[in-house]
């Protein structure tokens, strides 16, 4: 009867496994599937690089002259073609084959490599649009962390410093490798160890890290592959002194992808191994030492984006060109800044009107156009920022002018508000002035010290922040300025002084100052910090601080020079000075807050032809910043006009 009695649960349960049994090992092997599809991508990619780049010392002038290189070149496209097609099913796929194809034939066909070049990035940027993959890592890797993590997980069996197992798992058949081991790590990349952190060793005690943050394991791939190359030091003069060096890694994703077995075909042996050793150390370098990495970025954007043009997908066209700015362009923003202000005015402007085309659905071949002469662009801001390019006078002027320029702005609001608590004998509201400016200086510290340590503040995310900044400054400043105007006649200064005579500021007065002080500092103080972040990374730190420390007394002296005055101003005169100034700065920070709003993709470019550009005032030639700045300024007009119609009629009775 038990027996009988079971047989239904028995049943029950080889139906539920029947059933799941399946499903599960879908489920197991999903990820398994998704990491080999990953890699297909990967290596593909690679490929298409390759053939972008080295196509041109096989086929010169329609021409072989390399028989090896040509036979490598048709190889790698036939692979292309081949990978493509055994890719998971996706909507773009067919096209991408269709792209594959039309590579093998131009290759076949020996047409120019400018040709070859822009069908293979051409194809690589829309197999990464299809099939999304990290190629490199996305910031700077953490090398302090992953030294932290390899002590953690690494090594007890590949060794401390990378020189192989101890003893005691000597004999683990194979043996964890070691990492120092010249011969082996001569034909590994980063990248090849990155993927053995994520996938892990079949047939090996080597398992798979996938658990890891991506971060986090692309600081172990580029900790690990230090080990066998020491010579940082002979590695950073190579790398700083030679422009071809530099070139032929471009990026992070070049310094990921290359081993250095083969940077020794083009380098020589000992030199690839210093600049592997430096690189591996510092892969920053290849972002800040010149910036190229960066503008590459920009390049490789702006060719997807007319890609994506020329394949009637405007909405992705747009985010690209915009992402060339933000991920390309403005991390070298600030320094190209300080070496050649008025190309970096260039190139933004070339890349604001690109976008505005692209927004504008004008005709391929104009956009075409405008991509030659921002790479012309480029090729100069390339030049600008090299290392060699560099002098400690235009380090000292770039951190002396960035300190004084955006310390001016806030130290004149600033100025302002203390100046009127004196003239109004409220000295003992001074402390929310203080609190406001000096709580926004250690925000300022706090945004530096966390962007330095735990987060990575985006190009979009400080656009974000200048521009809704800007623009919040500018509508406090507007109400301030015109009602201060309202207060510079003698007669409406009289009445305000008895009305207010035997009462303190107002608490939320108080704290509207305090917040106003806060604003308008913080906002100079965010974009400042980002701007020497990216100044230190060019090294000359005492050089820096000599600037910024320069800047600093100028401002006290500027600061002490405006009360000292402000105090033998009449009030009337100080009102209608200080009504006048800040009404300016509300000016001048609509237009940075409506330009920075655009930078960052929130509000459309509608770029005005021959229209002035003229940064210190906010001015910039797009119809949508000209036009915030002409109706703030119609606010301004209007405001003061009827702050002066209210004073005199309130005058009139007395008479």
């Given at each position: 009867?038990?027996?009988?009695?079971?047989?239904?649960?028995?049943?029950?349960?080889?139906?539920?496994?029947?059933?799941?049994?399946?499903?599960?090992?879908?489920?197991?092997?999903?990820?398994?599937?998704?990491?080999?599809?990953?890699?297909?991508?990967?290596?593909?990619?690679?490929?298409?690089?390759?053939?972008?780049?080295?196509?041109?010392?096989?086929?010169?002038?329609?021409?072989?002259?390399?028989?090896?290189?040509?036979?490598?070149?048709?190889?790698?496209?036939?692979?292309?073609?081949?990978?493509?097609?055994?890719?998971?099913?996706?909507?773009?796929?067919?096209?991408?084959?269709?792209?594959?194809?039309?590579?093998?034939?131009?290759?076949?066909?020996?047409?120019?490599?400018?040709?070859?070049?822009?069908?293979?990035?051409?194809?690589?940027?829309?197999?990464?649009?299809?099939?999304?993959?990290?190629?490199?890592?996305?910031?700077?890797?953490?090398?302090?962390?992953?030294?932290?993590?390899?002590?953690?997980?690494?090594?007890?069996?590949?060794?401390?410093?990378?020189?192989?197992?101890?003893?005691?798992?000597?004999?683990?058949?194979?043996?964890?490798?070691?990492?120092?081991?010249?011969?082996?790590?001569?034909?590994?990349?980063?990248?090849?160890?990155?993927?053995?952190?994520?996938?892990?060793?079949?047939?090996?005690?080597?398992?798979?890290?996938?658990?890891?943050?991506?971060?986090?394991?692309?600081?172990?791939?580029?900790?690990?592959?230090?080990?066998?190359?020491?010579?940082?030091?002979?590695?950073?003069?190579?790398?700083?002194?030679?422009?071809?060096?530099?070139?032929?890694?471009?990026?992070?994703?070049?310094?990921?992808?290359?081993?250095?077995?083969?940077?020794?075909?083009?380098?020589?042996?000992?030199?690839?191994?210093?600049?592997?050793?430096?690189?591996?150390?510092?892969?920053?370098?290849?972002?800040?030492?010149?910036?190229?990495?960066?503008?590459?970025?920009?390049?490789?954007?702006?060719?997807?984006?007319?890609?994506?043009?020329?394949?009637?997908?405007?909405?992705?066209?747009?985010?690209?060109?915009?992402s060339a700015y933000l991920d390309g362009f403005e991390p070298v923003e600030a320094v190209l800044a300080t070496r050649d202000g008025d190309l970096m005015l260039?190139?933004?402007?070339?890349?604001?009107?690109?976008?505005?085309?692209?927004?504008?659905?004008?005709?391929?071949?104009?956009?075409?156009?405008?991509?030659?002469?921002?790479?012309?662009?480029?090729?100069?801001?390339?030049?600008?920022?090299?290392?060699?390019?560099?002098?400690?006078?235009?380090?000292?002027?770039?951190?002396?002018?960035?300190?004084?320029?955006?310390?001016?702005?806030?130290?004149?609001?600033?100025?302002?508000?203390?100046?009127?608590?004196?003239?109004?004998?409220?000295?003992?509201?001074?402390?929310?002035?203080?609190?406001?400016?000096?709580?926004?200086?250690?925000?300022?510290?706090?945004?530096?010290?966390?962007?330095?340590?735990?987060?990575?503040?985006?190009?979009?995310?400080?656009?974000?922040?200048?521009?809704?900044?800007?623009?919040?400054?500018?509508?406090?400043?507007?109400?301030?300025?015109?009602?201060?105007?309202?207060?510079?006649?003698?007669?409406?200064?009289?009445?305000?002084?008895?009305?207010?005579?035997?009462?303190?500021?107002?608490?939320?007065?108080?704290?509207?100052?305090?917040?106003?002080?806060?604003?308008?500092?913080?906002?100079?103080?965010?974009?400042?910090?980002?701007?020497?972040?990216?100044?230190?990374?060019?090294?000359?730190?005492?050089?820096?601080?000599?600037?910024?420390?320069?800047?600093?007394?100028?401002?006290?002296?500027?600061?002490?020079?405006?009360?000292?005055?402000?105090?033998?101003?009449?009030?009337?005169?100080?009102?209608?000075?200080?009504?006048?100034?800040?009404?300016?700065?509300?000016?001048?920070?609509?237009?940075?807050?409506?330009?920075?709003?655009?930078?960052?993709?929130?509000?459309?470019?509608?770029?005005?032809?021959?229209?002035?550009?003229?940064?210190?005032?906010?001015?910039?030639?797009?119809?949508?910043?000209?036009?915030?700045?002409?109706?703030?300024?119609?606010?301004?007009?209007?405001?003061?006009?009827?702050?002066?119609?209210?004073?005199?009629?309130?005058?009139?009775?007395?008479?």
């Amino acid at each position: 009867m038990t027996g009988i009695a079971q047989a239904p649960h028995r049943l029950s349960s080889a139906l539920v496994k029947a059933m799941f049994l399946p499903l599960l090992l879908v489920l197991l092997a999903w990820p398994a599937a998704a990491q080999q599809a990953n890699s297909g991508v990967q290596t593909t990619w690679r490929l298409l690089d390759y053939v972008a780049v080295d196509y041109g010392e096989a086929v010169q002038g329609g021409q072989i002259v390399n028989q090896f290189e040509y036979d490598e070149m048709v190889e790698f496209s036939n692979s292309v073609s081949e990978r493509i097609a055994a890719l998971p099913d996706h909507p773009a796929r067919a096209g991408l084959q269709a792209g594959a194809a039309r590579l093998q034939q131009a290759i076949a066909d020996q047409v120019p490599s400018e040709q070859v070049a822009a069908l293979a990035k051409g194809l690589a940027g829309d197999l990464l649009a299809a099939y999304p993959v990290p190629l490199a890592p996305a910031t700077v890797p953490d090398l302090g962390r992953a030294a932290t993590l390899y002590a953690q997980n690494c090594g007890s069996c590949h060794g401390p410093a990378g020189e192989g197992p101890p003893p005691a798992m000597a004999a683990i058949d194979p043996p964890p490798i070691a990492f120092a081991d010249r011969d082996r790590a001569r034909e590994r990349s980063v990248f090849g160890l990155y993927q053995v952190i994520t996938q892990g060793l079949e047939g090996t005690t080597m398992q798979s890290f996938a658990f890891l943050p991506e971060e986090d394991r692309w600081a172990l791939a580029f900790h690990a592959g230090r080990f066998a190359f020491p010579d940082v030091a002979e590695g950073e003069r190579i790398w700083n002194e030679h422009e071809s060096v530099r070139r032929l890694i471009p990026n992070m994703a070049a310094l990921a992808a290359i081993a250095p077995a083969a940077l020794a075909d083009k380098i020589g042996e000992e030199r690839a191994y210093a600049v592997t050793a430096y690189l591996r150390a510092n892969p920053g370098a290849v972002v800040t030492a010149d910036g190229s990495g960066s503008l590459d970025t920009v390049r490789d954007k702006l060719a997807q984006s007319l890609a994506a043009y020329a394949a009637g997908d405007s909405d992705a066209a747009e985010e690209l060109a915009l992402s060339a700015y933000l991920d390309g362009f403005e991390p070298v923003e600030a320094v190209l800044a300080t070496r050649d202000g008025d190309l970096m005015l260039e190139v933004e402007q070339a890349l604001s009107g690109f976008r505005a085309a692209v927004s504008a659905g004008r005709p391929e071949p104009e956009l075409r156009q405008q991509l030659s002469e921002i790479d012309g662009l480029l090729a100069r801001a390339e030049t600008a920022l090299a290392p060699e390019a560099a002098s400690e006078l235009s380090t000292f002027l770039g951190a002396f002018v960035i300190l004084l320029r955006e310390g001016l702005e806030a130290l004149l609001v600033v100025i302002a508000m203390i100046a009127f608590l004196r003239k109004a004998d409220r000295t003992e509201q001074l402390r929310y002035v203080h609190g406001g400016w000096v709580t926004a200086l250690v925000a300022g510290v706090a945004t530096w010290f966390a962007a330095t340590h735990f987060i990575t503040i985006s190009g979009a995310s400080r656009e974000l922040t200048e521009g809704f900044g800007a623009l919040l400054a500018a509508i406090v400043l507007l109400s301030v300025g015109i009602w201060m105007h309202g207060k510079s006649q003698a007669d409406e200064w009289r009445r305000y002084i008895a009305s207010k005579m035997n009462s303190a500021l107002s608490r939320g007065s108080a704290w509207f100052m305090a917040g106003l002080a806060f604003v308008v500092v913080y906002r100079e103080v965010f974009e400042t910090i980002l701007f020497y972040a990216a100044l230190w990374t060019q090294g000359n730190g005492g050089t820096i601080l000599a600037g910024a420390l320069t800047a600093m007394l100028l401002l006290a002296i500027i600061a002490w020079v405006m009360l000292r005055y402000s105090r033998k101003l009449p009030i009337t005169q100080f009102f209608a000075y200080s009504s006048i100034l800040i009404a300016i700065l509300a000016v001048v920070l609509a237009g940075k807050g409506v330009g920075a709003l655009q930078e960052a993709g929130m509000i459309p470019i509608t770029l005005v032809p021959g229209g002035p550009r003229i940064p210190l005032l906010g001015i910039s030639p797009t119809a949508e910043a000209l036009g915030a700045q002409l109706v703030t300024l119609l606010i301004v007009i209007f405001g003061f006009r009827s702050s002066r119609r209210k004073s005199e009629a309130a005058a009139s009775p007395a008479e």
